[in-house]
């Protein structure tokens, strides 16, 4: 019998792991992808369906078709339970009807679940906040940002506020990108007049984006992310809250705690908040039917791999905290990868507000480090059925990320700060002076990062489409 894997979730991380799976272990192994909805999103593109200058079509594509070209099983359905001392998951399908797949490797790559609850009246669904998270999420974003640039054509005046909707949350860049995106459409529309724009983020200092900032030398002198952002957002004349903890939206108005000052509320007539990412909701269940989830994972449901996830103070953390191969601790079968795995702290600095709610932007799985992880993954689990123990390691304190925040959809007028970053978690044994090689930091804006952006999305819809030549770009 050849070795099941099972992959759960066709994201970044899961689809990226199937690909590399198919490529290296066709004819050798049975590859089942278990995902919702037949659908692979392309995140960074929801930016520009917010603000309707890109068709949702464009950030989507059917897994089924790729998975038959590729060697895969496909499986529309969601994981509800895992029970890893007897290698066996739990699927439902969309009429709630359960089924159970036996595995000799699993890989947890579910994403995030998107946790509107941690903030009261946060959200599409019960508040009056936008969110763009998801593509239906996006699609509605764009809906009443087309009303309201409606409205101020007519000579109306509107307060909009855009950031990040809960004190912990995470993925500051994609909030930042959508308010630099608004700013630029509005511009080109001719309304930016008649707009008041707020950025409201749980980061320290503008340009931390979860990561503790970035710095990059630029003819012998260091730029840092921060004067960048903040040059960015005051040219802009964008009104800005940092380190501000989203604590309840009511309809028109967010509530909020700031590290330095008093809890503020804010009116507003146009919303996008990213809420608090946790882990899917997700059973673990031990071969006698007891529920081990807690031990399988960290309070905000993320699940435990190779981490070392021993609490420690800000200044203690340690490069060598970081998980390597993504490998669950307890379990050689099954590995998580992407957002589902449980990071063992965050990176930015923490903070305070006088009434003690702890303000602190979580740490990002941006789409390239979810990408790399799942190729991680796909490697070691390569290496285990050839009867070798897992070789591939991709700590967040070595592996470098490449962002790139555009700032208007444009091959003309567009914009982008381009940043680079090499590690993502700083490694002050490696690198004494910042915990980064300052050599590979790249900090830009311009023209050109506009260019790259629409580029490179076509490069990776390409890629993790399985066309010919896929492997040949790098995640
Ligand atoms: C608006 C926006 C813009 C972004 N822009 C960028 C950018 O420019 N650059 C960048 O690098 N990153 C960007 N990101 C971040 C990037 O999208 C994430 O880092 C990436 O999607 C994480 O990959 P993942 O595979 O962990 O999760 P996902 O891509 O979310 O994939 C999770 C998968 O699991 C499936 N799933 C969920 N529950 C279950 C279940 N129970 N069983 C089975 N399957 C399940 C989901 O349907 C999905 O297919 C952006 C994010 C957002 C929201």
Same mark, same amino acid.
Request: glycine content about 10%; some cysteine.
């Given at each position: ?25 066709? *004819? ?65 399908? *969309? ?24 903030? !009261? ?179 905000? *449901? ?61 740490? !990002? ?111």
């Amino acid at each position: 019998m050849k070795p099941q894997v099972v992959i759960l979730g066709a994201g970044f991380a899961g689809h990226t792991a199937a690909l590399h799976l198919c490529a290296r272990l066709r *004819g050798k192994a049975d590859i089942h992808v278990v995902s919702p909805g037949n659908r692979f999103t392309w995140f960074p593109g929801l930016i520009w369906v917010g603000t309707d200058t890109m068709s949702p079509e464009s950030c989507q594509f059917a897994l089924a078709p790729v998975y038959e070209r590729i060697g895969a099983a496909y499986q529309d359905a969601r994981a509800v339970e895992i029970h890893p001392e007897s290698n066996v998951v739990i699927v439902c399908d *969309g009429d709630g009807s359960r089924e159970t797949l036996d595995y000799d490797f699993c890989v947890n790559a579910t994403g995030p679940c998107l946790n509107f609850d941690g903030t !009261p009246g946060l959200g599409p669904r019960v508040g009056t906040t936008l969110s763009i998270c998801t593509i239906e999420h996006a699609m509605q974003t764009r809906n009443e940002y087309v009303d309201l640039v409606r409205a101020l054509h007519k000579g109306s005046r509107r307060r909009l506020v855009i950031g990040i909707g809960h004190p912990a949350a995470t993925c500051e860049g994609a909030a930042f990108e959508y308010l630099m995106n608004v700013e630029a459409d509005l511009q080109r529309r001719g309304v930016r007049d008649r707009a008041e724009l707020v950025w409201l983020t749980n980061e320290p200092e503008a340009g931390d984006f979860g990561v503790d900032g970035i710095e990059a030398r630029k003819r012998g002198v260091i730029a840092t992310g921060a004067s960048l952002v903040r040059m960015l957002l005051d040219e802009r004349n964008i009104k800005t809250y940092m380190a501000a903890g989203v604590t309840k939206v009511d309809p028109g108005r967010v509530h909020f705690e700031q590290a330095g000052s008093d809890p503020a509320s804010l009116d507003f007539d146009f919303a996008m908040f990213i809420p608090q990412f946790r882990g899917m909701p997700m059973k673990y269940v031990a071969a006698d039917g007891h529920d081990i989830t807690a031990e399988m994972t960290q309070p905000n *449901g993320f699940m435990n791999v190779d981490a070392d996830y021993t609490p420690k103070s800000y200044d203690n953390y340690a490069a060598a905290d970081w998980p390597a191969t993504y490998r669950s601790p307890r379990f050689e079968h099954l590995y998580a990868a992407g957002i589902a795995f449980a990071p063992p702290h965050p990176l930015s600095k923490p903070k305070k507000s006088p009434n003690g709610v702890a303000i602190q932007a979580s740490v !990002p799985r941006t789409g390239m480090a979810s990408g790399i992880m799942g190729k991680t993954v796909a490697l070691n689990i390569v290496d285990q059925i050839e009867g070798r123990a897992p070789t591939h390691q991709a700590r967040m304190s070595e592996i470098p990320a490449a962002c790139i925040a555009s700032m208007g959809n444009s091959f003309f007028h567009g914009s982008a700060a381009s940043i680079i970053m090499m590690p993502v978690a700083r490694d002050f044994k490696r690198y004494p002076s910042y915990g980064r090689d300052l050599r590979l930091c790249e900090l830009d804006v311009g023209l050109a990062g506009a260019w790259t952006k629409r580029a490179l999305q076509s490069a990776f819809m390409w890629k993790l489409q399985g066309h010919p030549g896929w492997q040949l770009i790098p995640e």
